[in-house]
């Protein structure tokens, strides 16, 4: 893929294309967009466990940080932060999948994730590695069946094991609801390119 070609696709869709040539580089460029005293919101990604954002996110005393996956909370808390972090200053996530063309393709099992990055928060930070760049939306929806939400589902299930839950995730119960965006308002989405495989 020329990611030339792919950056500047981003950028007619009205998207800020930033390439990070490591994860280390992703994170410093990530904090840039964490402002002191604004409320962040948290869609589910390994992409960005990986590259320490949620670390850094989770100890940052600076900001708001809206955090449904914190240990111990009532499915009810976890249900009104996710309404929450919808509506957040800013929405922290990966993306399923990005086509050669700049359209970015998400699924999600309850919703909050990809109603945040098509609607919801002030602003989008994306974290991608390069392993989610496809052809085109219809590869996109193929990664996704065949690899993002089989390998959630086996993601998820391992840590309800750990938690003393029911293992009941599937690929088709967490990739219920999908979103497609082709362009946004300039500003808004930052998709930070990562040139290292990351996440699902």
Same mark, same amino acid.
């Given at each position: 893929?020329?990611?030339?070609?792919?950056?500047?696709?981003?950028?007619?869709?009205?998207?800020?294309?930033?390439?990070?040539?490591?994860?280390?580089?992703?994170?410093?460029?990530?904090?840039?967009?964490?402002?002191?005293?604004?409320?962040?919101?948290?869609?589910g990604?390994v992409?960005?466990?990986?590259?320490? @954002? &949620?670390?850094?996110?989770?100890? #940052? /005393?600076?900001?708001?940080? $809206?955090?449904?996956?914190?240990?111990? %909370?009532?499915?009810?808390?976890?249900?009104?932060?996710?309404?929450?972090?919808?509506?957040?200053?800013?929405?922290?996530?990966?993306?399923?999948?990005?086509?050669?063309?700049?359209?970015?393709?998400?699924?999600?099992?309850?919703?909050?994730?990809?109603?945040?990055?098509?609607?919801?928060?002030?602003? @989008? &930070?994306?974290?991608?590695?390069? #392993? /989610?760049?496809?052809?085109? $939306?219809?590869?996109?929806?193929?990664? %996704?069946?065949?690899?993002?939400?089989?390998?959630?589902?086996?993601?998820?299930?391992?840590?309800?094991?750990?938690?003393?839950?029911?293992?009941?995730f599937?690929?088709?119960?967490?990739?219920?609801?999908?979103?497609?965006?082709?362009?946004?308002?300039?500003?808004?989405?930052?998709?930070?390119?990562?040139?290292?495989?990351?996440?699902?």
């Open positions: 893929m020329d990611i030339s070609a792919l950056k500047l696709n981003c950028e007619r869709n009205g998207f800020e294309f930033i390439i990070a040539k490591t994860k280390q580089e992703a994170l410093e460029i990530a904090k840039r967009y964490i402002v002191k005293g604004s409320s962040v919101g948290l869609g990604s992409s960005i466990e990986e590259i320490g @954002l &949620l670390d850094y996110l989770v100890n #940052n /005393k600076e900001i708001k940080l $809206i955090n449904q996956y914190e240990s111990g %909370i009532s499915k009810e808390e976890n249900t009104r932060r996710r309404k929450e972090g919808i509506t957040a200053d800013i929405f922290v996530t990966g993306t399923n999948a990005l086509t050669a063309n700049g359209e970015l393709v998400n699924c999600d099992g309850e919703g909050n994730r990809v109603a945040a990055q098509i609607f919801g928060s002030k602003k @989008l &930070l994306l974290v991608a590695g390069k #392993n /989610k760049i496809v052809r085109d $939306i219809q590869s996109a929806l193929e990664r %996704i069946r065949t690899v993002a939400a089989v390998k959630n589902a086996a993601r998820l299930n391992e840590k309800a094991v750990t938690f003393g839950k029911e293992p009941n599937t690929s088709e119960n967490i990739s219920k609801k999908y979103g497609i965006i082709t362009r946004d308002a300039p500003g808004r989405t930052i998709i930070i390119y990562v040139d290292e495989n990351l996440g699902y």
